[in-house]
């Protein structure tokens, strides 16, 4: 005879009361959902219902919902996507490039026009100076 623990049916029984509780209880709370659900539709197309009359009165026409698009950087740096390695490198080799390889052809040829002819600039600037002083 076991005075402690019995004879092991009552855990049983208390498990399968526990499972079936739990069973009921989310039943319960996915009806009171669906209660919710469909009283708040009830009620948007009532407030609709009421909107159209209103528009019609005034003759005002209903405004088109206009779906922006998600800005395309996130508001959360900390929330960004992590790059990969190979992001990452291939990040780090353009920025290895000089301005005159990278983009546009015609943009490194007017940056490298414009470098040329400052540097000629600054040469006459030089030379300029230098036959003063004689």
């Known amino acids: 005879m076991n005075f402690l623990g019995g004879d092991g ?3 049983e029984n208390d498990k399968e009361k526990e499972e079936e509780a739990e069973r009921e209880r989310q039943e319960a709370i996915r ?3 669906e209660r919710r659900k469909e009283k708040h539709r009830k009620m948007e197309e009532e407030r609709e219902k009421m909107r159209q009359e209103i528009r019609d009165k005034y003759n ?3 405004k088109e919902e206009v779906v922006e698009q998600a800005p395309q950087e996130e508001p ?3 929330m960004r996507k992590k790059k990969t390695p190979e992001e990452l490198a291939a990040e780090a080799e353009q920025e290895d490039l ?4 990278n983009g ?3 943009s490194g040829n007017r940056k490298l026009k ?3 002819e400052t540097q000629v600039n600054e040469i006459k600037t030089q030379i300029e100076g ?4 004689q």
């Open 60 to 62: 005002i026409k209903k």
């Open 9 to 11: 049916g009552d855990d």
């Open 130 to 133: 230098k036959c003063s002083l």
């Open 76 to 78: 959360n740096p900390l």
């Open 114 to 116: 414009n470098s040329i």
């Open 31 to 33: 009806e009171a959902e």
């Open 104 to 106: 546009d052809p015609s």
């Open 98 to 101: 000089d301005d005159f390889t």
